[in-house]
């Protein structure tokens, strides 16, 4: 029986080398696939889908935590029904959850609703946050890419037969950002 690990952070400063570790110790010949990417979705998660792929009958995937594998209860039940197509069993570590067994299963589901609510009330309270925030004239948005005076310089030069590529080369930001600008009146 073949067993897969998989580690995830979010970002570029996170480290999975605690995740690594919780892995290699309980399953040493575990081979173990990283990535840095948001847990939010599964579109993106290279590693992940390689595992899905090349799953077998009776094989293992083995993750440190559940918010590890996904952050919401769609994610999940795609993922485990992957893994289940596949005649594999999901474990994980830290909440002892082996989905070989109608127990663990009833379980991940259970705590699969809990990390998708977690992950709602996280972002309840960085919008309530925002709001409160912008109240007390603190939050103000990211600083603009352009000047007043840049922007009225791409109006000219796009009347002047300039097209949006060349002065979102020329400016630096994106042609989404110069198309904006375009967009708005005067």
């Known amino acids: 029986m073949k067993t897969y690990g998989y580690c995830r952070v979010s970002t570029l400063d996170q480290n999975p080398t605690m995740q690594q570790d919780a892995i290699s110790k309980r399953y040493p010949d575990a081979k173990i696939l990283t990535e840095k990417k948001s847990g939010t979705t599964r579109e993106g998660r290279e590693q992940l889908n390689n595992i899905l792929n090349i799953l077998d009958d009776g094989e293992k995937v083995v993750v440190w935590k559940l918010d590890r594998l996904a952050r919401n209860m769609k994610d999940l039940l795609d993922i485990v029904d992957v893994i289940k197509a596949k005649g594999a069993s999901l474990e994980i570590l830290d909440q002892a959850i082996d989905t070989g067994t109608a127990s663990g299963m009833a379980f991940l589901q259970m705590l699969g609703v809990f990390a998708e609510f977690e992950t709602n009330l996280r972002k309840e309270r960085q919008m309530a946050g925002i709001a409160k925030a912008k109240d007390r004239g603190a939050y103000k948005g990211r ?37 904006n600008i375009l967009k708005e009146t005067v």
């Open 143 to 179: 600083k603009p890419s352009l000047t007043t005076e840049q922007c009225q310089e791409i109006r000219t030069k796009k009347a002047n037969g300039m097209t949006p590529t060349q002065l979102h080369k020329e400016y630096g930001v994106s042609r989404a950002t110069i198309y």
